[in-house]
Each structure stands twice: as structure tokens, then as C-alpha cells.
Nanobody, 122 residues
Framework: QVQLVESGGGLVQPGGSLRLSCAAS????????WGWYRQAPGKQRELVAT???????TYADSVKGRFTISRDNAKNTVYLQMNSLKPEDTAVYYC????????????????WGQGTQVTVSS
């Protein structure tokens, strides 16, 4: 099994920045695709950004040019640098590890973090 622990959320003023982190731990594994999702009150969970093991990235149109996803494979950690934050970025942010190979069972799995609250308000 793999556990994901997120950190870095909080309250920030419009125009400010936050950096989210998500660290994976557990038995021997490799993560192919990392993703960040968010869910605002009363709305469906939406994809924010993804990054593959090769470093290819995708972003939602609403965050392009403001958010940057990155990963440290040695630390099994993914980051989301969020700049120029807007009130509409307020949501619970979740990290996701997809196409995770567990070497012990040779199985492919998907895991979610517990979520971290990001609130953008003056």
C-alpha cells in the first residue's frame, strides 16, 4: 500500500502564493502520474494539473500561467506552486498518484491524499 500526505494549505490574500506538497510512503512502488485536483463547496472535483514520470505536464485552463506542478522522484513527492491566487481558487486540494506499480504484487493502483484546504480571501 501507498499513503499520500499533503501539506502547505492555508489562508492567503488574493494575489498571494502558496506551495502544496504531497509525499508518498509505503512499500516498494513507483508512481507514473501525479495529479492535483480540487473541489470547491457545491462543485465537482476538478483536475488542476498532472505530471508524468518523464516530466510532461498538463494544466487546467483556469490555472495556466499561475500554477506549476513539479515532482521529486527521489523523495516520492509532488509539489504545486500556486501564484497570483484568486478567490475562485478556494477549494480543498487533493493529490493523486495514478498508475502506481506495487513491486510486491505487480499490481497497478490509484491513491488519493486526504486533502488540504486552500482559502483565498482578503
Amino acid at each position: 500500500q501507498v499513503q499520500l500526505v499533503e501539506s502547505g494549505g492555508g489562508l492567503v490574500q488574493p494575489g498571494g502564493s502558496l506551495r502544496l506538497s504531497c509525499a508518498a510512503s509505503g512499500s516498494s512502488f513507483s508512481i507514473n502520474v501525479w495529479g492535483w485536483y480540487r473541489q470547491a463547496p457545491g462543485k465537482q472535483r476538478e483536475l488542476v494539473a498532472t505530471i508524468t514520470s518523464g516530466g510532461s505536464t498538463t494544466y487546467a485552463d483556469s490555472v495556466k500561467g499561475r500554477f506549476t506542478i513539479s515532482r521529486d522522484n527521489a523523495k516520492n513527492t509532488v509539489y504545486l506552486q500556486m501564484n497570483s491566487l484568486k478567490p475562485e481558487d478556494t477549494a480543498v486540494y487533493y493529490c493523486n498518484a495514478d498508475h502506481v506499480l506495487l513491486y510486491s504484487t505487480r499490481s497497478i493502483n490509484n491513491y488519493w491524499g486526504q486533502g488540504t484546504q486552500v482559502t483565498v480571501s482578503s
